[in-house]
């Protein structure tokens, strides 16, 4: 299928760039455009490949109807000029996690994950529990690793565990996980998607091609992922973190079909947030046998993943943490919600257009809001409607030192800043990194 091929690829990131690296083994002829500079090193790899790199603001006036298939970055919208151009010229468009999914060997088992929060940690339990069960299993997708990226090391009887976006999935046809969570869905990536329905319609299609032999894992609390799944063609396993389900909290403990499976106290990580992570985890590999004991020793030992609500440093009784991943207000409704301390909130980052009215209720231990890039001053409005000090500031870094030179002794500093990063920087990953190393500086 993507053998003998002419294809184009739009945007290059990590994506881009492994995706073409895969294909360059298959007598493919291939373009990579973007219009950002990319590394050099990465472009005469390719170019050793046989692949051609071509930067341009303009990539519609490179492509013709000679070629067989669009890649596209998922970050690309899908009303792109040229996502159209292509489609005019019949050209099929695809992702790149659509693509490697067809280089997978037959005989693996593919868990994906998908939601409007919790994505990373439930991919990266799921990850963590089937290690330590001793089998073969791979993580990637959209926490970091593509997965033309690792596919090639995929063996047959392998697991696969990905975290798949909606963006990703709205450019996949044949993908088919064997086991797909639906974390949660709330209102989020409407400047992408138009609507908050088409965002649902595009999460829902990680089901797409299930029939009853695929496990599909939904979140009953969560009224909109329950109702719209209720016509899938899966067999549905449910959990909840309120009310009776399949996977359950009674008793101070989880259950999972009225098992016992781990008290409360013996997890390190905290929040009903991470119960409802942690119970997707649970039902998606006892589908591969995992015992209670697996589960509490990762349980015992696992504090959560990096850029979601990360300690980073104590500074003169001053607790920092990076929540770079909150890219919407509801995860830093989260985030606020594991706090009963005084806390410095950091909040800022591209300007989607979207209310931060939403956090209103959320804001009970925080002193004072520092805000910064394109939403600064919106969220200063905000902030004055709460009648919560708020300090506008340019750059992250500026408002981090000016927290901490604001701050007292017990105080938490915390950026969880409740917009996508790309105003100021490529990813989420390289804000919390920014902020970090700007914490340990000042020690």
Same mark, same amino acid.
């Given at each position: 299928?993507?053998?003998?091929?002419?294809?184009?690829?739009?945007? !290059?990131? $990590?994506? #881009?760039?492994?995706?073409?690296?895969?294909?360059?083994?298959?007598?493919?002829?291939?373009?990579?455009?973007?219009?950002?500079?990319?590394?050099?090193?990465?472009?005469?790899?390719? /170019?050793?490949?046989?692949?051609?790199?071509?930067?341009?603001?303009?990539?519609?006036?490179?492509?013709?109807?000679?070629?067989?298939? %669009?890649?596209?970055?998922?970050?690309? $919208?899908?009303?792109?000029?040229?996502?159209?151009?292509?489609?005019?010229?019949?050209?099929?468009?695809?992702?790149?996690?659509?693509?490697?999914?067809?280089?997978?060997?037959?005989?693996?088992?593919?868990?994906? *994950?998908?939601?409007?929060?919790?994505?990373?940690?439930?991919?990266?339990? *799921?990850?963590?529990?089937?290690?330590?069960?001793?089998?073969? *299993?791979?993580?990637? #997708?959209?926490?970091?690793?593509?997965?033309?990226?690792?596919?090639?090391?995929? /063996? !047959?009887?392998?697991?696969? %565990?990905?975290?798949?976006?909606?963006?990703?999935?709205?450019?996949?046809?044949?993908?088919?996980?064997? *086991?797909?969570?639906?974390?949660?869905?709330?209102?989020?990536?409407?400047?992408?998607?138009?609507?908050?329905?088409?965002?649902?319609?595009?999460?829902?299609?990680?089901?797409?091609?299930?029939?009853?032999?695929?496990?599909?894992?939904?979140?009953?609390?969560?009224?909109?992922?329950?109702?719209?799944?209720?016509?899938?063609?899966?067999?549905?396993?449910?959990?909840?973190?309120? /009310?009776?389900?399949?996977?359950?909290?009674?008793?101070?403990?989880?259950?999972?079909?009225?098992?016992?499976?781990?008290?409360?106290?013996?997890?390190?990580?905290?929040? !009903?947030?991470?119960?409802?992570?942690?119970?997707?985890?649970?039902?998606?590999?006892?589908?591969?046998?995992?015992?209670?004991? +697996?589960?509490?020793?990762?349980?015992?030992?696992?504090?959560?993943?990096?850029?979601?609500?990360?300690?980073?440093?104590?500074?003169?009784?001053?607790?920092?943490?990076?929540?770079?991943?909150? +890219?919407?207000?509801?995860?830093?409704?989260?985030?606020?919600?594991?706090?009963? +301390?005084?806390?410095?909130?950091?909040?800022?980052?591209?300007? $989607?257009?979207?209310? @931060?009215?939403?956090?209103?209720?959320?804001?009970?231990?925080?002193?004072?809001?520092?805000?910064?890039?394109?939403?600064?001053?919106?969220?200063?409005? @905000?902030?004055?409607?709460?009648?919560?000090?708020?300090?506008?500031?340019?750059?992250?870094?500026?408002?981090?030192?000016?927290?901490?030179?604001?701050?007292?002794?017990?105080? +938490?500093?915390?950026?969880?800043?409740?917009?996508?990063?790309?105003?100021?920087?490529?990813?989420?990953?390289?804000?919390?990194?920014?902020?970090?190393?700007?914490?340990?500086?000042?020690?």
């Amino acid at each position: 299928m993507f053998k003998n091929k002419k294809i184009f690829v739009l945007g !290059m990131a $990590r994506s #881009g760039y492994e995706v073409s690296k895969l294909l360059s083994k298959y007598n493919n002829e291939i373009l990579v455009t973007d219009k950002k500079e990319q590394d050099i090193k990465h472009i005469e790899e390719l /170019e050793e490949l046989g692949v051609t790199f071509i930067q341009s603001d303009d990539p519609v006036s490179l492509i013709d109807s000679s070629y067989d298939l %669009v890649i596209k970055n998922p970050g690309i $919208r899908y009303d792109h000029p040229l996502i159209l151009k292509a489609i005019e010229l019949g050209i099929k468009v695809v992702n790149e996690v659509e693509v490697a999914y067809h280089f997978l060997p037959r005989e693996v088992f593919v868990i994906a *994950v998908t939601g409007a929060n919790g994505k990373t940690t439930t991919t990266t339990l *799921v990850y963590e529990f089937i290690k330590a069960m001793g089998k073969r *299993v791979h993580l990637g #997708g959209n926490i970091g690793y593509p997965l033309s990226q690792i596919v090639e090391n995929v /063996e !047959m009887n392998d697991v696969v %565990v990905l975290e798949i976006s909606a963006q990703q999935l709205h450019d996949c046809y044949d993908f088919n996980p064997n *086991v797909s969570i639906l974390t949660n869905l709330v209102p989020v990536h409407i400047d992408f998607f138009g609507t908050y329905e088409n965002y649902i319609d595009h999460k829902l299609r990680i089901f797409m091609n299930h029939n009853s032999k695929n496990i599909a894992i939904i979140n009953k609390s969560n009224k909109d992922s329950y109702e719209s799944t209720k016509d899938i063609k899966s067999n549905k396993v449910y959990f909840s973190s309120s /009310e009776e389900a399949d996977a359950c909290i009674k008793d101070s403990a989880i259950y999972y079909n009225d098992e016992k499976i781990i008290n409360l106290n013996e997890i390190r990580v905290k929040g !009903m947030h991470n119960y409802e992570n942690i119970m997707c985890a649970i039902i998606a590999t006892k589908e591969l046998g995992i015992s209670n004991e +697996t589960i509490k020793e990762v349980l015992n030992k696992f504090t959560g993943v990096e850029h979601r609500i990360e300690f980073v440093a104590k500074i003169n009784g001053r607790e920092f943490y990076n929540d770079s991943k909150a +890219t919407n207000v509801k995860s830093t409704e989260i985030a606020l919600n594991a706090f009963n +301390t005084p806390t410095i909130l950091l909040l800022g980052g591209l300007d $989607r257009g979207h209310s @931060f009215e939403d956090l209103k209720d959320d804001l009970t231990h925080v002193t004072h809001i520092v805000c910064y890039g394109e939403t600064k001053d919106r969220i200063k409005e @905000f902030a004055d409607e709460c009648k919560i000090d708020c300090t506008v500031v340019n750059i992250l870094e500026e408002a981090t030192k000016f927290a901490y030179n604001i701050s007292n002794d017990g105080d +938490t500093i915390l950026l969880s800043p409740a917009c996508a990063s790309w105003d100021q920087f490529d990813d989420f990953e390289k804000r919390g990194d920014t902020f970090k190393e700007t914490v340990n500086s000042l020690e």
